[in-house]
């Protein structure tokens, strides 16, 4: 079974300034997808970022980036000029690319990772 | 993308008695999913819901506790039976599309037994 590691539950960043969220997950899969969902007090899941592992090169958001290392299985999360908007639960999460065999399509989350932005 | 619409929004439901969550998706999606956040926890998938077939129930998550419908391709209800403190909780639905990427989130329903 896949399982999702965060092992920061708190970060803490100044407004402006780089953070960076750690994430790291196993699985027996060479081909899968990962994801950071941002949940702010609202509760809504909102999309920050997403990854395919065969891909090489890493996924860019704006002012969200991931380092993804497949042989590591590590997949980071930087937020750059960090923005009081930024605050929430950040969740990693990984979704199997077999569809329908073995595998639902459903996400796997980590335990999240709450972080403050400090003005 | 899918905008997905919970009922309600909140509850306070006493113990024993059963609350029933709506979902509705504005358009048609093959699967759909249940999750549970409890406080200050991550989501936990409680089942999954594909239409014209029985949900499939994650480990530690029974059919008679948690009853699911999915009477079409835009609707499912998830009941939360005999309810106890323990499960006050976030119960999410979300909707997976075509492609892998796609998996939309309701606004969640926050329920508090007492």
Not at chain 1, 9 to 27: F, I, N
Not at chain 2, 6 to 31: A, F, H, N, W
Request: hydrophobic share 30%.
């Amino acid at each position: 079974a896949q399982t999702v590691t965060q092992s920061q539950p708190e970060m803490s960043v100044q407004e402006a300034e780089t953070v960076t969220l750690s994430c790291t997950y196993d699985t027996s899969e060479s081909d899968y997808y990962l994801f950071w969902y941002k949940q702010p007090p609202s509760r809504q899941m909102i999309l920050v970022i997403r990854q395919e592992a065969y891909k090489q090169q890493n996924a860019t958001e704006n002012r969200f980036s991931v380092n993804f290392q497949k042989a590591a299985k590590s997949f980071s999360l930087k937020i750059s000029d960090s923005q009081l908007g930024d605050a929430a639960m950040y969740f990693c999460a990984y979704r199997s690319a077999r569809w329908g065999v073995g595998s639902q399509g459903n996400l796997i989350f980590g335990k999240g990772t709450k972080l403050s932005v400090k003005p | 993308s899918a905008v997905i619409s919970q009922k309600p929004s909140r509850d306070i439901c006493q113990r024993g008695t059963s609350l029933t969550i709506q979902c509705q998706v504005d358009s048609q999606v093959t699967m759909m999913f249940w999750y549970r956040q409890q406080p200050g926890q991550s989501l936990t998938l409680i089942a999954t819901a594909n239409q014209g077939s029985e949900a499939t129930y994650e480990s530690g998550f029974v059919i008679d506790k948690f009853p699911i419908s999915r009477p079409n391709l835009t609707f499912s209800t998830l009941t939360v039976s005999n309810m106890s403190p323990e499960d006050s909780s976030i119960y999410l639905c979300s909707v997976g599309g075509n492609g892998p990427y796609e998996q939309y989130f309701g606004p969640g329903t926050r329920l508090t037994v007492t």
